[in-house]
């Protein structure tokens, strides 16, 4: 099993831009997790899912949209990038809620 | 202000040594996990605590749950080297749905 992976693993945009992270999970979990992380501020969850079709908003869900048509796959958007999304961005996903959350690698988004 | 203050936020100590890391809340939560992370990778659990007043022991590592389960506390026995990482607590609060809120994280390094 591949667990959790995401793609892509860095990236810079520009001021303005746009971009799609992918998350995709091969472990049959009903829930997912977008998060961000900055230094000192520990993970905060962006949005989540409890389930193919659903999305709900997490702690700091201004600046960004998510979809998940197919339940392994869970996609965190930008639609116009600003240098405070500069991040690191966790993808995780997990069983049940509360549960083991099982995390990818994480994406390295630098916005100029 | 998080939900979740974590303490101390950095930490440098030679290999042998002891030491706790603590997280504290003003909030009740359902459960409380312990994650580490290494450099570039996501968050692993380590352990996952329910009742106010468990510990649980995993090898050097010891996690209690404070009884009001609004607090928790992790002690490493004789530090190793391969204990370097960023340890994060994350409570689950269940009138927020149960989803997880992390604290800011403990940078431990352990030298040789």
């Known amino acids: 099993n591949a667990g959790v992976t995401q793609t892509p693993k860095f990236r810079v945009l520009k001021t303005g831009q746009s971009m799609t992270l992918l998350c995709a999970q091969d472990?049959?979990?009903?829930?997912m997790y977008w998060y961000r992380q900055d230094p000192g501020m520990g993970l905060r969850l962006i949005h989540y899912?409890?389930?193919?079709?659903?999305?709900a908003k997490g702690e700091v869900p201004d600046g960004y949209n998510v979809s998940r048509l197919k339940k392994q796959n869970f996609l965190l958007g930008l639609e116009s990038a600003a240098p405070s999304q500069t991040s690191v961005y966790f993808c995780?996903?997990?069983?049940?809620?509360?549960?083991?959350?099982?995390f990818g690698p994480g994406t390295r988004l630098t916005v100029l | 202000t998080q939900l979740l203050e974590q303490s101390p936020q950095f930490l440098s100590i030679q290999e042998g040594e002891n030491l706790t890391v603590y997280c504290n809340s003003s909030?009740?939560?359902?459960?409380l996990q312990w994650y580490r992370q290494e450099p570039g990778e996501g968050p692993v659990l380590l352990v996952t605590v329910v009742t106010g007043g468990e510990v649980k022991k995993l090898k050097r590592l010891t996690f209690q749950f404070g009884d009001a389960r609004k607090d928790s506390s992790l002690h490493i026995t004789a530090a190793q080297p391969g204990d370097t990482g960023l340890y994060l607590c994350a409570g689950a609060v269940g009138n927020a749905g149960n989803m997880l809120t992390f604290g800011g994280g403990t940078r431990l390094m352990v030298k040789p």
């Open positions: 899912s409890v389930g193919e079709g659903t999305t």
């Open positions: 472990m049959n979990h009903e829930y």
């Open positions: 995780a996903s997990s069983y049940h809620n509360p549960d083991t959350q099982y």
């Open positions: 909030s009740v939560f359902s459960s």
